[in-house]
């Protein structure tokens, strides 16, 4: 690492947090407000949730004629989400809840409703992953170009290359790595969720497979896993020191001048 790098004074937790939520309100907010208008406009065909809206779940009777995998469900939910009053989605959730000694056993089934909460067979088109996309394209475009996105701007601090740290920007290898890395705490769970997934097509051998050890053992041990890794990089940030995903990638977050 670059002397000068190691002698620059990092940003603390609290400046990494606002900025990280400043960056996703400029582009999450205004997609949630389109997808609340296009979701009135196709009559709940599109959808999307981005974690900044308010949801409202009631209780329900089951639809007449409703065709579903789950047998003798115990519960049918209708939920909607808003923001600003606008709706953004609305779902049936079918479910069953099984109490057992140790565990309680749940299984699930979700279908679409429209803007009225009447059921659609049309096929609908959830628009949250390509937000979150759109959200994880500016981060990476700023922080190539100058180090730093509006958020991280306004609390004064910027990405930098680890070897040239007066130099504006870092590079795209270098920037996607250090996100990858982040997200590689819920590495553990995806592999164990799409393990048991493959070798468990069926719903009732899912549901015999909630319960079991085996299964409650790898999905809490991969939990753990990843837990571990955030904790380990918000200590670091804390302690104003470089959690590992920025050592690894050869970056460092430090305070603009």
Known sequence: ???????????????RAVALAVDSLIILLPAQLLVALLF???????????????QNCVATTFPVGLQTVISNPT?????????????????LIVSRVTPGDIVTKGVSETFWLDADGQLTDRPGHDVGW???????????FFEVRTGAGLGKRLMS??????????RPGVPIAKAFGRYLLIFAAVIPSLLVQVFF????????????????PIYLASSYGAGFLGLLWLLWMVVAV??????????????VVIRAR
Not at 130 to 140: E, I, R
Not at 238 to 251: E, H, I, Y
């Open 1 to 15: 690492m670059d002397d000068q790098a190691a002698v620059s004074p990092r940003a603390g937790f609290w400046r």
């Open 40 to 54: 009135f406009w196709t009559n709940g065909e599109i959808q999307g949730n981005f974690g900044i809206e308010a």
């Open 75 to 91: 519960g049918v939910v209708d939920c909607r989400k808003s923001l600003f009053g606008l709706d953004t989605s609305r779902v």
């Open 130 to 140: 390509p937000a979150l996309m759109l959200l994880f394209c500016y981060l990476l």
């Open 157 to 166: 601090i910027r990405v930098a290359d680890a070897r040239t740290p007066d």
């Open 197 to 212: 997934l493959l070798r468990n097509k069926d719903l009732d051998s899912l549901d015999r497979l909630v319960g079991s």
């Open 238 to 251: 804390c302690r104003k020191r470089d959690p590992v995903n920025d050592v690894l990638a050869g970056t």
